[in-house]
């Protein structure tokens, strides 16, 4: 054994925390579809594999993404000073990561989707209402990790560190949600996007998806130009949110044009609006994503 890790290049002791890294997340990631199962009080299970709802099942794996995107920013590997450390970094990292996940699917609920019932309409099979939850989590995930990765230490600064970076990121996403549906009334008289959602219109959860994840990736560009200081705290949390708008501004610019080019000759009001067109929405929000990407990658 030892000579095949001489072979492959690969000490003993990385091993050992690539090892600690992966049984930590294997059994977060193990326990989120129960924990969602619980916060819905349904039966996993009995949703999964008797009902077949396919809903509950998107919005589960939504979270065991966004989870193990956390996660990702929680790794630490050689850097830690020891295993011991690296347990407990992983561990707090990871449950933290947990419960923002659940708070910022609160925040959606209550502030920015205020007028739905997302656990309700997920009980009811609604695939829609799946689709944008599963979403939610994923945008805070990006959000939470590149927080993780921003700070550095593990400290009640920290975390106070990372709270607040959420609360400035999921700020960015309600402000967002509410220009969309100022923007929805207006190219279909007067109605509602939260409306629309819960009658079950597939395209445009779709499309929403693509703004609220793209949204979270041009927030994120922040952890690039400013400097983690426990001490500038206030300052840095400024600075966030002033570059989250900014960068949030431009990818909406950016993605506006590049859809006009990628979708050259289709009227996107009528085609996903009024006539549910999921094929166009998917190509909405596979350009608002790569957009996004694209500015992030040139920011770091």
């Known amino acids: 054994m030892n000579t095949l890790i001489e072979l492959v290049g690969v000490n003993q002791e990385l091993l050992v925390f690539l090892t600690i890294d992966i049984v930590i997340a294997i059994v977060l990631l193990g326990a989120m579809r129960f924990l969602l199962g619980l916060s819905s009080q349904v039966n996993s299970t009995e949703e999964l594999a008797h009902k077949d709802n396919f809903a509950f099942g998107v919005s589960v794996a939504g979270s065991i993404l966004a989870l193990g995107i956390v996660l990702t920013g929680a790794i630490t590997g050689e850097n830690a000073p020891s295993y011991l450390m690296e347990v407990i970094g992983m561990l707090s990292y990871g449950v933290y990561g947990l419960l923002l996940i659940k708070v910022g699917r609160i925040i959606q609920d209550k502030v920015a989707l205020q007028h739905l019932n997302k656990t309700e309409l997920i009980k009811a099979q609604n695939l829609s209402i799946g689709i944008i939850d599963a979403a939610g989590a994923i945008a805070t995930a990006i959000i939470i990790r590149a927080v993780l990765l921003w700070v550095d230490g593990l400290d009640a600064s920290t975390f106070i560190a990372i709270t607040c970076g959420f609360i400035v990121a999921q700020a960015v996403l309600v ?89 050259w000759g289709i009227n996107l009001v009528e085609e996903v609006d009024q006539q549910h067109n999921i094929g166009v929405a998917s190509i909405e929000m596979a350009t608002s994503i790569a957009i996004a990407l694209t500015l992030a990658a040139l920011m770091a």
């Open 175 to 263: 402000l967002v949600t509410r220009i969309r549906e100022k923007k929805y009334a207006k190219n279909n008289q007067e109605d509602c996007l939260q409306e629309a959602l819960s009658n079950g219109q597939l395209a445009l959860a779709i499309r929403y998806s693509g703004q609220v994840i793209s949204t979270a990736l041009a927030v994120t560009a922040a952890s690039y130009f400013l400097v983690y200081s426990p001490e500038n705290l206030i300052v840095n949390l400024i600075g966030w949110l002033i570059f989250g708008i900014i960068m949030t501004g431009l990818v909406a610019l950016l993605t506006s044009l590049a859809k006009r080019i990628v979708l």
